[in-house]
């Protein structure tokens, strides 16, 4: 999952190229998390894989707009590989079970019994059923609740076309459970089959083998015959049509936004035979991409074989395409090597995003990738002033991540894309790349821990090739909070004409020329905007306003970094675009900035309030928790009319990537982002 930009960022050095950390002394070993042999393999689930195991999953189910329910069957064909087990533990969240049969050595089915536990607010219920002659297959009957965390339904009106209802799902982190009731961990690999029934005039989809060419009748069949864990699992439905992009990949979206994504996403191809250049053979058949309404929570989900996708990302010039560069990165690190709990995210994430880095460098070249780098990286270094140091490090302690959906988002992505390129910088490219395609390779198919990886990597860079990294740097990485000082920097060299600019407004009131600005990118633009001193006056904003049109942009990341700085800065011209903003769009990453900087005055407060109330309908359920969570929490000083002519006052620019931004470019710290993986 993937957030383009994870957050928000300060101006970086005026130019540069990549260069390597001052020296500083060799790291003492950092503390390895204590293993236990009786340590849960996920502690955010109920099964127990050790003692029986899913291994492929059939499933039988109806989709119900009118009831915003789906239900039907689940058939488990089971692993036992303790011969004394007598139970089947599955996780649930909210669901109606109906009856659990097993299938007797006669092929016959007959009831077994089962119980459902309390429902715990994180975990949902323990769903245990009683099989003490061990069944090769057993079956589920259930219901799901409409307000099942995993799946959000929208009428007509919250969809782009605005003609049919949509359904979709998502079940990243422990979101399956509330759908399908399963053992809902990426510990277990499964593979699956589905018939779904919908209303004849939506169109189904789910991550699986789906036809470009399939009639849209109601009735579908699907079928995934690799092996994915349950976070994997996707379904949706709505008013979906097909483009494609090359003979292997294409977009489904509704039929206004088709031909949009289909010119947004016309790289794709190129973006796989990249991919494949470096790390091996694409094994998933297909590589489609559905772009959802924009209430997804997320900016993508690596669905295999169907991407979940933000039409956030689609505004013109491909330069936020950097997301399906992500999401199809996961082809390789996440869905083919997957992680095996959640504390051990970066394994998905961190790899992820940095491999994410290398297709967009050779296809746009190094300033894009350098551009998003640092933007990144200076997100994180904002959010580790402020988060637990026990959620800084990339392999975390059983017990330290409650909620699996609050991991910090910045160590994920960003920290653990550091530690490879770290990793790259010392070995060299070419020996790294063979390690990392190497090690796809090894552990194809597979659920691992961090100290899994850590033992390959043992030997197969740091023994095979002595003297490069010592196992002190190495463990500093996973077990050490913070960003380790051996870190390799980057600088953007294109960020210095924006710097430059921003400077020369801030203190003559002259905006940059045309002739500068005219070929900036989102990218350039954030980094504007996020350069800007905590608040500015209204007089600055309406200027800004009036030469960018900042205000109503259709530019999600742009619109993330403005309307926060509106609203501490008390420009209430922009009230109104907010408003619309924030009840047009929700994904997470794009409208909790605005939500934070509104709740911290009483005006502010109010004016949020009244926009989630309308907005509510249309968020998916992880959104609506965030908002309401920001609400609730929210302590507001006495809103203060905003000065008429005089700037706000530079403050302190925080060093950026190894240098200091010049004199008197002020920038101020920004809120933690929230976690949009993928933003995938």
Same mark, same amino acid.
Request: hydrophobic letters at 40%.
């Given at each position: 999952?993937r957030?383009?930009?994870l957050?928000?960022?300060?101006?970086?050095?005026?130019?540069?190229?990549?260069?390597?950390?001052?020296?500083t002394?060799t790291?003492?070993?950092?503390?390895?998390?204590?293993?236990?042999?009786?340590?849960?393999p996920?502690?955010h689930s109920?099964?127990?894989?050790?003692?029986?195991?899913?291994?492929?999953?059939?499933?039988?189910?109806?989709?119900?707009f009118?009831?915003?329910?789906?239900?039907?069957?689940?058939?488990y064909?089971?692993?036992?590989k303790?011969?004394?087990?007598t139970?089947?533990?599955?996780?649930?969240?909210d669901?109606?079970?109906?009856k $659990?049969?097993?299938?007797?050595k006669?092929?016959?089915?007959q009831?077994l019994?089962?119980?459902?536990?309390?429902?715990?607010?994180?975990?949902?219920?323990?769903f245990?059923?009683?099989?003490?002659?061990?069944?090769?297959?057993?079956?589920?009957?259930y219901?799901?609740?409409?307000?099942?965390?995993?799946?959000?339904w929208?009428?007509?009106a919250m969809t782009?076309?605005k003609?049919?209802p949509?359904?979709?799902?998502q079940?990243q982190q422990?979101?399956?459970?509330?759908w $399908?009731?399963l053992?809902?961990?990426?510990?277990v690999?499964?593979?699956?089959?589905?018939?779904?029934?919908?209303?004849?005039?939506?169109?189904?989809?789910?991550?699986?083998?789906n036809?470009?060419k399939?009639a849209?009748?109601?009735?579908?069949?699907f079928k995934?015959?690799?092996?994915?864990?349950?976070?994997?699992?996707?379904?949706?439905? %709505?008013?979906?049509?097909?483009?494609p992009?090359?003979?292997?990949?294409?977009v489904?979206a509704?039929?206004?936004?088709?031909?949009?994504?289909q010119?947004?996403f016309?790289?794709?191809?190129?973006?796989?035979?990249?991919a494949?250049?470096?790390?091996?053979?694409?094994?998933?058949?297909?590589?489609?991409?559905?772009v959802?309404?924009?209430?997804?929570?997320?900016?993508?989900?690596e669905?295999?074989?169907?991407t979940?996708?933000?039409?956030?990302?689609?505004v013109?010039?491909?330069s936020l395409?950097s997301?399906?560069?992500h999401?199809?990165?996961?082809?390789w690190?996440?869905?083919?090597?997957?992680?095996?709990?959640?504390?051990?995210?970066?394994l998905?994430e961190?790899?992820?995003s940095?491999?994410e880095?290398?297709i967009?460098?050779?296809?746009?070249g190094k300033?894009?990738?350098?551009?998003?780098?640092?933007?990144?990286?200076?997100?994180?270094k904002?959010?580790?002033k402020?988060?637990?140091?026990?959620?800084?490090?990339l392999?975390?302690k059983?017990?330290?991540?409650?909620?699996p959906d609050?991991?910090?988002?910045?160590?994920v992505?960003?920290?653990?894309?550091?530690?490879?390129?770290?990793?790259?910088?010392r070995?060299?490219r070419?020996?790294?790349?063979?390690?990392?395609?190497?090690?796809?390779?090894h552990?194809?198919?597979?659920?691992?821990s961090?100290?899994?990886?850590?033992?390959?990597?043992k030997?197969n860079l740091?023994?095979?090739?002595?003297g490069k990294?010592?196992?002190?740097?190495?463990?500093a990485?996973?077990?050490?909070?913070?960003v380790?000082?051996?870190?390799?920097?980057?600088?953007?060299r294109?960020f210095?004409?924006?710097?430059s600019?921003?400077?020369?407004?801030?203190?003559?009131?002259?905006?940059p020329?045309?002739?500068?600005?005219?070929?900036?990118?989102t990218?350039?633009?954030v980094?504007?905007?996020?350069?800007?001193?905590?608040t500015?006056?209204?007089?600055?904003?309406?200027?800004?306003?009036?030469?960018?049109?900042?205000?109503?942009?259709?530019?999600?990341?742009?619109?993330?970094?403005?309307?926060?700085?509106?609203?501490?800065?008390?420009?209430?011209?922009?009230?109104?675009?907010?408003?619309?903003?924030?009840?047009?769009?929700?994904?997470?990453?794009?409208?909790?900035?605005?939500?934070?900087a509104?709740?911290?005055?009483?005006?502010?407060?109010?004016l949020?309030?009244?926009?989630?109330?309308?907005?509510?309908? %249309?968020?998916?359920?992880?959104?609506?928790?965030?908002?309401?969570?920001?609400?609730?929490?929210?302590?507001p000083?006495?809103?203060?009319?905003?000065?008429?002519?005089?700037?706000?006052?530079?403050?302190?620019?925080?060093?950026?990537?190894?240098?200091?931004?010049?004199?008197?470019?002020?920038?101020a710290?920004?809120p933690?982002?929230?976690?949009?993986?993928?933003?995938?």
């Open positions: 999952m957030a383009l930009l957050s928000l960022g300060f101006a970086v050095a005026l130019a540069g190229c990549q260069r390597d950390a001052a020296d002394p790291p003492k070993p950092a503390a390895k998390p204590a293993v236990t042999a009786s340590a849960s996920d502690e109920y099964a127990e894989p050790g003692k029986v195991a899913i291994d492929d999953l059939a499933l039988d189910l109806k989709v119900d009118d009831s915003k329910t789906i239900s039907g069957t689940a058939t064909t089971l692993d036992w303790d011969k004394g087990a139970q089947l533990v599955l996780d649930s969240r669901l109606s079970i109906d $659990v049969e097993g299938e007797g006669d092929g016959q089915w009831p019994q089962y119980g459902l536990a309390k429902s715990d607010a994180i975990l949902g219920s323990k245990t059923i009683e099989a003490p002659g061990q069944n090769a297959h057993i079956r589920v009957t219901a799901t609740s409409p307000q099942a965390s995993g799946l959000q929208l009428e007509p782009e076309g003609q049919l949509f359904m979709f799902s079940s422990i979101h399956a459970r509330s $399908v009731p053992q809902d961990t990426p510990s690999r499964y593979t699956y089959s589905a018939h779904v029934s919908t209303r004849p005039d939506v169109m189904a989809l789910m991550s699986a083998d036809d470009p399939a849209r009748d109601g009735d579908y069949t995934m015959p690799q092996k994915i864990p349950s976070y994997l699992m996707a379904i949706a439905a %709505g008013d979906l049509v097909f483009k992009i090359s003979e292997r990949s294409g489904w509704e039929p206004s936004m088709v031909d949009k994504a010119a947004e016309a790289d794709t191809e190129k973006m796989i035979q990249t494949e250049s470096l790390y091996g053979p694409y094994r998933w058949g297909r590589y489609d991409i559905l959802l309404p924009p209430s997804f929570p997320y900016g993508g989900m669905n295999p074989r169907l979940f996708a933000t039409p956030t990302v689609i013109g010039d491909k395409v997301l399906v560069a999401e199809l990165a996961h082809s690190s996440g869905n083919l090597v997957t992680f095996s709990s959640a504390k051990d995210a970066w998905n961190g790899v992820t940095y491999v880095n290398r967009i460098e050779a296809l746009y300033d894009q990738a350098d551009m998003e780098s640092v933007i990144a990286r200076n997100e994180l904002e959010e580790f402020q988060i637990d140091p026990k959620l800084q490090v392999a975390e059983p017990g330290v991540l409650k909620d609050n991991s910090s988002a910045s160590t992505y960003t920290k653990g894309a550091w530690f490879l390129q770290f990793l790259e910088q070995f060299g070419e020996d790294f790349d063979a390690f990392l395609r190497g090690y796809f390779d552990f194809a198919f597979q659920s691992i961090s100290q899994q990886f850590a033992d390959y990597a030997a740091l023994d095979k090739y002595p990294v010592t196992q002190a740097e190495f463990d990485w996973l077990y050490e909070p913070g380790p000082s051996t870190a390799p920097r980057v600088l953007a294109k210095g004409v924006v710097d600019a921003r400077l020369a407004w801030l203190g003559s009131g002259e905006l020329p045309p002739a500068i600005t005219g070929e900036w990118s990218q350039e633009w980094h504007f905007i996020e350069g800007m001193p905590e500015l006056t209204t007089e600055q904003l309406a200027q800004l306003d009036k030469a960018y049109q900042f205000t109503g942009t259709p530019n999600g990341e742009i619109a993330q970094r403005w309307y926060p700085l509106a609203v501490r800065s008390g420009y209430t011209q922009a009230n109104d675009a907010i408003a619309a903003f924030l009840e047009r769009i929700g994904r997470r990453k794009l409208i909790m900035p605005t939500y934070h509104l709740a911290d005055t009483t005006d502010g407060l109010a949020a309030k009244a926009v989630f109330a309308k907005a509510k309908p %249309g968020y998916h359920p992880i959104t609506t928790g965030s908002v309401q969570t920001v609400i609730d929490e929210a302590k000083k006495p809103s203060v009319a905003p000065a008429a002519s005089e700037a706000a006052p530079a403050q302190d620019a925080p060093v950026e990537d190894g240098k200091r931004p010049a004199a008197g470019d002020a920038t710290p920004a933690a982002s929230t976690p949009d993986p993928a933003a995938g």
